[in-house]
């Protein structure tokens, strides 16, 4: 089946995320990803992380024979990340500490997480997206 994927920026977030949360149940699987946003001049991500995640998450989503739906949340620039009040650090449904971050998110909750140094691992994806 093929992907659904959402994106969001900070300031679109809540209203793509009520869509997100109002189609939850047409999907096996739905994941939220925090990820860093692209240097204009190099359209790269500026975090070597989400460079070296998001072709491994988005390969083993789009191979999983389920339903699975992504919503991509972009964190901003650099400086905007680095804030401490940014707004998807302070929220307390999520509590990021850095990018990549890979949710799975059932049930109206947070029901597993990849951090920055995990959500590569091919492994470690395979189990989240199995629900375990």
């Known amino acids: 089946m093929p992907m659904k994927t959402l994106d969001a920026t900070v300031s679109t977030f809540e209203g793509v995320f009520e869509k997100f949360r109002s189609e939850a149940a047409n ?3 739905n994941f939220i990803l925090f990820l ?4 204009p001049s190099t359209n790269l991500s500026w975090c070597p992380d989400c460079v070296r995640a998001e072709p491994v998450i988005y390969k083993k989503l789009e191979a999983s024979p389920d339903n699975v739906a992504l919503l991509r949340a972009y964190v ?7 804030n401490p009040q ?3 650090r302070s929220d307390s449904k ?6 990549p971050t890979l949710i799975l998110w059932e049930d109206g909750a947070v029901k597993g997480r990849l951090e ?3 959500a590569h691992v091919e492994s470690k994806i395979d189990t989240l997206l199995s629900g375990n």
């Open 27 to 29: 999907n096996k699987a």
């Open 36 to 39: 860093a946003d692209k240097d």
């Open 76 to 82: 901003g620039d650099r400086p905007t990340w680095r």
């Open 86 to 88: 940014h707004p998807f």
């Open 94 to 99: 999520f509590s990021l500490k850095g990018v």
């Open 116 to 118: 920055d140094h995990e």
